[in-house]
């Protein structure tokens, strides 16, 4: 029992006979010093001035500073610490407070439910190691990549699409591709979106590399569509971009100057809390829509996506978040959530894509609901180009043997 092995931790949690039960555990886990704090505030004090802790175990709610509080006020402190939550909540509210914690930058192990038990505890501290090369993440304050050395890197190119393929749930046909951003950095090799996205989009840089992104994705989906292949591209757009009303003539611009015609490209835009300037967004939005670009939600129920926008927004598509179909099919409150939202979807003539999809057993409820298109591990991992269309071959071939 050494996971907590040379970790300084701090258990916040309000309940007196938890708290010390969780703390007792963690020195018997291996750690040797363990502060405890009543609640977020008093954890924030001990903070101050000290060695900082390692490892924060920390229950929701608590009286003066509750858990999400206390989980905002590390991430705005850049704080390095690895964050278990313990909590009786259910776990539509656990799956939103994950949510937000990455969304706050923070390093999330895990969510345990009460009563906390050794081994639970014991399996999520050991994912401290496992996720400790996140010196990538820029957000967590560890030793990231500047913003300086980001854009030296997107003005050498060094960032390229990997592509992940949607096929239809009805015939398992490749209908396109997401474009996902991967930097291939010099000296760090492949690096992902965490630890680049979030840094471009709080300094307001982050349209170079849409930029870049729309046109390596429209040469290769023109590539793909000069073979014969019949497939569009999607490519992520952030929302703070869509503040400046330009936007959409640049986005535009790129693509067509790659001999790209919008039509087969499919903008994916996640709201965020963010989204303030609602005015320009949606100039841009019907501005694109208009020029033939495909409009996906992405993340969709991840709470930030409202049902308003997607009356207000001209959507062509419907994206459902991995949080939900990820396991929809041994969870019943994720599968009413799918379920649900393919049928919305239907209702309001948007395609329905869901994310995540894992397992034989999730793809089988997608596809007896009648969702349109599966993306996911299950299908395949985001690849390189070429990978990618080796993958389309081969998938290819095999429906044409089963025809
Ligand atoms: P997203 O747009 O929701 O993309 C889906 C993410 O889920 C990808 O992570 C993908 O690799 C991952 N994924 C796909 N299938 C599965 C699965 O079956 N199980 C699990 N657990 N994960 C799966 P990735 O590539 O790390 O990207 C993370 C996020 O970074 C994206 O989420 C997107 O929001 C953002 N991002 C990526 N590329 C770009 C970009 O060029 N521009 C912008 N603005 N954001 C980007
Ligand atoms: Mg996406
Ligand atoms: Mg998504």
Same mark, same amino acid.
């Given at each position: 029992?050494?996971?907590?092995?040379?970790?300084?931790?701090?258990?916040?949690?309000d309940d007196d006979f938890q708290r010390r039960t969780v703390a007792r555990m963690l020195r018997s886990l291996g750690a040797p010093e363990v502060r405890e704090a009543r609640d977020g505030k008093q954890a924030l004090a001990s903070m101050q001035g000290a060695a900082p802790a390692d490892l924060v175990v920390c229950d929701l709610d608590m009286p003066e500073m509750d858990g999400m509080e206390f989980i905002r006020h590390l991430g705005q402190a850049n704080s390095a610490a690895s964050i278990i939550i313990c909590s009786a909540q259910d776990s539509a509210l656990l799956n939103s407070v994950d949510k937000m914690a990455r969304a706050y930058g923070v390093r999330l192990l895990g969510v345990i439910e009460?009563?906390?038990?050794?081994?639970?505890?014991?399996?999520?501290i050991k994912m401290h190691e496992a996720s400790k090369p996140r010196p990538l993440n820029a957000s967590a304050g560890a030793p990231g990549f500047s913003l300086e050395e980001i854009l030296h890197g997107v003005r050498e190119k060094q960032f390229e699409p990997h592509f992940q393929p949607k096929v239809?749930?009805?015939?398992?046909?490749?209908l396109g591709a997401e474009a996902l951003a991967r930097w291939r950095h010099p000296q760090h090799g492949l690096v992902a979106p965490y630890a680049f996205i979030a840094q471009l989009e709080q300094s307001g840089k982050i349209d170079e590399l849409t930029l870049l992104m729309l046109e390596k994705s429209a040469l290769a989906c023109r590539a793909w569509r000069e073979r014969g292949m019949d497939l569009v591209v999607s490519v992520n757009l952030s929302l703070v971009s869509l503040a400046d009303t330009m936007v959409a003539?640049?986005?535009?611009?790129?693509?067509?100057?790659?001999? *790209?015609?919008?039509?087969?490209?499919?903008?994916?835009?996640?709201?965020?809390?963010?989204?303030?300037?609602?005015?320009?967004?949606?100039?841009?939005l019907a501005r694109l829509r208009m020029r033939g670009f495909g409009l996906s939600v992405d993340?969709?129920?991840?709470? *930030?996506?409202?049902?308003?926008?997607?009356?207000?927004?001209? *959507?062509?598509?419907?994206?459902?978040?991995?949080? *939900?179909v990820t396991g929809c099919?041994?969870?019943?409150s994720s599968r009413a959530i799918v379920e649900?939202?393919?049928?919305?979807?239907?209702?309001?003539?948007?395609?329905s894509v869901?994310?995540?999809?894992?397992?034989?057993?999730?793809?089988?409820v997608l596809q007896a609901t009648g969702c349109d298109m599966a993306q996911g591990y299950f299908i395949a991992k985001p690849m390189q180009e070429d990978a990618f269309v080796s993958f389309c071959d081969a998938q290819s071939r095999s429906r044409q043997s089963l025809d």
């Open positions: 029992m050494t996971a907590a092995k040379g970790l300084i931790a701090l258990v916040v949690e009460k009563p906390v038990t050794l081994q639970g505890l014991e399996d999520l239809a749930l009805a015939t398992r046909k490749v003539d640049r986005i535009t611009d790129t693509v067509r100057s790659a001999g *790209f015609d919008p039509r087969y490209m499919i903008l994916e835009i996640t709201e965020t809390a963010a989204m303030t300037e609602v005015a320009p967004a949606l100039e841009n993340d969709y129920g991840t709470g *930030f996506s409202s049902l308003r926008q997607l009356t207000r927004v001209p *959507f062509s598509e419907l994206k459902i978040d991995q949080s *939900f099919a041994a969870n019943p649900s939202s393919i049928e919305m979807a239907r209702r309001l003539e948007l395609k869901a994310e995540g999809v894992e397992t034989q057993a999730e793809w089988d």
